[in-house]
């Protein structure tokens, strides 16, 4: 119950094109959706998150789509770069939990955006 | 502003020789801090994780440890490395926001 299952493992699309990664969760306690981007060789770091009070968080061209109903939810990478090639987390965690703040990552996408 | 530090970045060593990372957190207070592992190609495994000064959680079993001596600093040891021990460890720090920090990580290879 404590997994986010990420999906796909990796993905290539063409410069321009969308880009979309899906996560989905069981723990209907988790409150918090993070999306960490990793660069090979650097730590991950903060893309963008969304709560479940919203549908929808759009930061430039990355978009989270959230469905409470269905525990899911997708990153949209609109016009994708080359510069956007990396691995992306999906992550979860229980804000109630007491004092941690333990993120529960899905297992990654290798995405690779080509010109 | 808040930076994290970890050293080394990259480490040989081989099987049975002792292990000390060490990580460090600046321009923040009582951070929560963790220490991951992750395989090439890999997920993001939670090795062991912090709320304050000497108190110390493991979330996996194995030959390593960590220790919290000051509160801004965070680090993973082992007696005796194993093979399986190889990977990319990275820490991070939160601080109660969900919202966690990672460190550039350090590439340990043992052979």
């Known amino acids: 119950q404590q997994q986010v299952k990420q999906s796909p493992q990796s993905l290539i699309v063409q410069k321009g094109g969308i880009s979309i990664i899906n996560c989905a969760y069981e723990?209907?306690?988790?409150?918090?959706f993070p999306w960490y981007q990793q660069f090979p060789g650097k730590g991950p770091a903060l893309l963008i998150a969304?709560?479940?009070?919203?549908s929808e968080k759009k930061e430039g061209r990355f978009t989270i789509s959230f469905n409470k109903s269905a525990k899911q939810f997708s990153l949209h990478i609109m016009d994708s770069q080359p510069g956007d090639s990396a691995t992306y987390f999906c992550?979860?965690?229980?804000?109630?939990?007491?004092?941690?703040?333990?993120?529960?990552f899905g297992t990654g996408t290798r995405l690779q955006v080509f010109p | 502003s808040q930076t994290i530090h970890q050293w080394p970045a990259t480490l040989v060593q081989p099987v049975g020789s002792p292990l000390s990372l060490e990580c460090t957190v600046e321009?923040?207070?009582?951070?929560?801090l963790y220490w991951y592992r992750q395989a090439a190609g890999r997920g993001l495994q939670l090795l062991f994780y912090?709320?304050?000064?000497?108190?110390i959680s493991s979330e996996v079993p194995q030959n390593l440890s960590a220790s919290r001596p000051q509160d801004r600093q965070f680090i993973l040891s082992s007696k005796k490395l194993l093979l399986s021990d190889s990977g990319f460890y990275l820490c991070?720090?939160?601080?109660?926001?969900?919202?966690?920090?990672f460190g550039p990580g350090t590439r340990l290879t043992v052979l």
């Open positions: 991070a720090w939160s601080v109660s926001a969900d919202t966690q920090y």
């Open positions: 723990n209907t306690a988790f409150d918090y």
């Open positions: 969304i709560r479940p009070d919203v």
């Open positions: 992550a979860a965690s229980d804000g109630r939990s007491y004092n941690t703040d333990k993120l529960i």
């Open positions: 321009g923040t207070s009582n951070p929560n």
């Open positions: 912090s709320v304050g000064i000497g108190q």
